[in-house]
């Protein structure tokens, strides 16, 4: 799975980062326009889509949760 953060409109609040079961979050080191720190995906520790930072967002539109499709062999 894959988090996709949108830097503009996070503020940085770390809610997704604290609910994040496979710890595949963190506060970035840059500034967005508005001043705040804003989340990053960490895509090496096997996120498993659960979706429970984007519940925990208080900005519907700062992050969205991708599952990967599994290619059928």
Known sequence: AEVVVSP???KG???????CPTHSLE???GLNVLGYHPVEFLPETNCI???VCFF????PAALSV????IEAA
């Open 8 to 10: 503009e409109h996070c």
């Open 13 to 19: 609040c770390g809610l997704c980062v604290a609910a």
């Open 27 to 29: 506060l970035g080191n």
């Open 49 to 51: 889509g659960c979706g």
């Open 56 to 59: 925990a967002c208080p900005e």
């Open 66 to 69: 991708y599952l990967k499709k």
